[in-house]
């Protein structure tokens, strides 16, 4: 890789350990993606909690907070993912106090580099929105997929440890999404009916990401005959992503990239796929068929914005959760849903308000054991293509359908 | 012996039993790493236990915490000896990277389809052009 002055000189620990260590972590990566030379970044995002550090991760992190303070900084703006509890709710959701002390040794570490913890996975609705053509090293496959896809951002996916070396470097390594060529739509799909629920969005992703495969596919969607809300393609996102390790996407004459379908797409780029309604609703049948009772009913992945809180609320009115009902959103949209009467109301009909975590990176696994949760309703298609690993059996329904299956215990036919 | 050569590689060279399976990976959505066996159902080495294995599969898959769940893995000992894909992500490199793991991808072939489960291959990220050599077909 090409160096600058200034990066030769990280690499010679010039500017400290934590440095000297980012930038030859950012071109062993590098060298083996091809990147040429580094490219300055804005932003990082860090995903880091404390099941996927372990305590292994969490000791390394702390050796790299004790550096000097003038070492150990990061120089961009640098904000984290959501975290593996809420301090406020962990008992209730039986977390064990070994899961709480990891949680606070590494909070106290990102504290220490100058890291803001936001501990949002909506930070494109709620911190900062990326612009077009705006480099970051972002972490969280549903942040990538939507600033590059959305808002026409240039992020691959980064890591918690590369995202971290970013925030210290202020720079990524130029491969990907970084690049022009890496854009270009290499699969494009027919999209009979476009979906209107956040859950057929979501299974929509699914099917897209399905087809596509891996990292390196940029599917673009034909024939969605509306401009879709900032929810539903959250929602598309995520799943796509989750299904298909994709990072970005178009969709003719509506994403910013795709103006025009040749904007994106080579004339010799055929149809891979025609999606239906029918189509949709199979692969959510396929879940919903593994699934009568209900242990618990979860809406998270992503955290939710301040109008799903809105809409949920509404659902829940007058309504009493007859199993564990659980709503996550973000640290910046709670204290809104708190102002506005939204979280009373979800409480009031039994549900359980969390904030700043998510579900499938809360020791998911100890929190189906300690709680003897199995089955698990959802309407977000990201968490049920990861649950299945955790020993969860999930059903993928809408908003409403789940609100149905908290009250009721059971899906509906 | 029959040798792959691959588009890249890092780590050191290792030697195992392949455990072979035209399907993703992701140590989040398809591992127990408690137990260090593969527990997503419908993940085709499912129940089958990956620790000192070769893992050869197709494809990169999921969300960014393998990036960090490789070094965890590896700090307990439950953990694969190497992993061979067809095609990788970028998180697969950088955790492979914090974890001084073996790693190795690009192949002319599709590989899941050329090595054997339970073969003992050999994975080189030394050699010019890096690659997997199977050594003994029969485990």
Request: proline share 5%; glycine share 8%.
């Amino acid at each position: 890789m090409r160096l600058t002055d200034e990066e030769t000189a990280l690499l010679r620990g010039e500017a400290g350990a934590a440095r000297r260590w980012a930038i030859d972590h950012q071109m062993r990566v590098g060298r083996y993606l091809g990147a040429a030379d580094f490219v300055p970044v804005s932003q990082a995002h860090i995903m880091a909690d404390t099941e996927s550090l372990g305590a292994a991760g969490v000791a390394w992190l702390e050796r790299m907070a004790a550096l000097p303070q003038a070492e150990r900084q990061v120089r961009v703006p640098t904000i984290t993912d959501p975290r593996g509890t809420d301090f406020a709710a962990a008992h209730r959701l039986k977390q064990r106090d070994w899961m709480l002390d990891l949680e606070r040794r590494a909070i106290a570490a990102f504290q220490a580099m100058g890291i803001l913890m936001t501990d949002t996975c909506i930070n494109y609705q709620t911190i900062m929105p990326a612009v077009r053509g705006e480099h970051m090293a972002y972490g969280d496959t549903g942040v990538v997929i939507y600033s590059n896809s959305v808002l026409g951002a240039r992020s691959n996916f980064e890591g918690g440890p590369s995202a971290l070396a970013a925030g210290l470097t202020g720079r990524t390594p130029r491969y990907g999404f970084h690049l022009d060529e890496q854009r270009r739509a290499t699969l494009m799909v027919e999209i009979a009916d476009t979906p209107h629920d956040l859950a057929d969005w979501g299974a929509l992703g699914g099917i897209v990401g399905r087809l596509a495969g891996d990292y390196w596919q940029v599917p673009v969607l034909r024939g969605i005959d509306r401009v879709p809300g900032s929810d539903e393609l959250k929602h598309f996102g995520a799943a796509l992503a989750s299904y298909g390790s994709v990072a970005l996407f178009h969709i003719a004459g509506i994403t910013p990239e795709a103006v025009r379908l040749d904007d994106v797409a080579d004339p010799a780029l055929a149809v891979r796929a025609r999606i239906t309604a029918a189509d949709i609703q199979a692969f959510q049948q396929a879940y919903r068929a593994k699934v009568d009772k209900v242990d618990v009913v979860v809406f998270a992945a992503p955290q939710l914005s301040l109008l799903e809180m809105q809409t949920l609320a509404g659902l829940l009115d007058g309504r009493r959760a007859s199993v564990p009902l659980l709503v996550v959103t973000s640290p910046q949209v709670k204290p809104e849903a708190d102002r506005m009467g939204l979280t009373a109301r979800m409480e009031a009909a039994g549900a359980l308000v969390l904030s700043g975590m998510c579900f499938y990176n809360s020791y998911a696994r100890e929190m189906a054991e300690a709680n003897q949760w199995r089955s698990l309703a959802t309407n977000s298609a990201k968490l049920t293509n990861i649950l299945g690993g955790y020993g969860y059996i999930p059903a993928l329904l809408s908003m409403a359908a789940c609100v149905d299956a908290a009250c009721t215990g059971r899906i509906g036919r | 012996m029959t040798q792959f050569p691959a588009k890249a590689a890092m780590g050191k060279r290792v030697r195992g039993r392949a455990l072979v399976a035209k399907d993703g990976f992701s140590a989040r959505y398809d591992l127990d790493r408690a137990k260090g066996v593969f527990s997503r159902p419908e993940h085709k080495l499912a129940g089958r236990s990956y620790v000192g294995r070769v893992l050869v599969l197709d494809a990169a898959k999921g969300g960014v915490a393998t990036a960090w769940m490789l070094h965890e893995m590896q700090a307990r000992g439950i953990v694969p000896a190497a992993l061979v894909l067809n095609s990788i992500n970028p998180i697969m490199v950088q955790g492979a990277a914090l974890a001084d793991f073996t790693m190795i991808s690009g192949f002319e072939t599709d590989i899941t389809l050329a090595v054997p489960d339970g073969a003992l291959v050999e994975v080189d990220p030394e050699s010019d052009p890096p690659c997997l050599r199977i050594l003994d077909e029969a485990e």
